[in-house]
């Protein structure tokens, strides 16, 4: 009885060494490939900016769980994050640092025109 059930067992198992293994296969277009690239680093950046301590708590200071960010984010279509991600790379990173500098210049040319500082000394 054990011969019989082991070549029985052994037939079955060359039979089934000649049928071919299914695999599907497609052609993934240039966009599609391209689309999965961007999420991905679409998604790097906004996790960058949102992993920064000062994000997370301005996120806490206003009763938002970081979590739950991380989540919705995570929910947004290749569209949103595009957008989103473009949005975080042209914010500036520390304010208008540009319009900070140009008042302190502008406030030191007045109180050097009145007299009092003398920033531009005249040398003898």
Do not use: H, W, Y
């Not at 290749?78 to 914010?91: F, H, K, S, V, Y």
């Amino acid at each position: 009885m054990f011969k019989r059930l082991t070549v029985l067992v052994t037939c079955v198992a060359v039979l089934n060494l000649g049928s071919p293994l299914v695999s599907q296969a497609a052609v993934i277009g240039t966009l599609q490939a391209a689309g999965q690239n961007g999420r991905v680093a679409d998604l790097s950046t906004i996790s960058a900016a949102l992993a920064r301590s000062e994000v997370r708590e301005q996120m806490v200071a206003l009763g938002v769980e970081p979590a739950r960010v991380e989540g919705r984010i995570a929910a947004l279509t290749d569209a949103e994050l595009r957008t989103l991600a473009g949005q975080m790379a042209d914010m500036p990173a520390g304010g208008d640092a540009l319009a900070i500098i140009g008042i302190v210049f502008l406030v030191l040319l007045i109180l050097e025109a009145v007299g009092v500082i003398d920033i531009f000394k005249k040398f003898p």
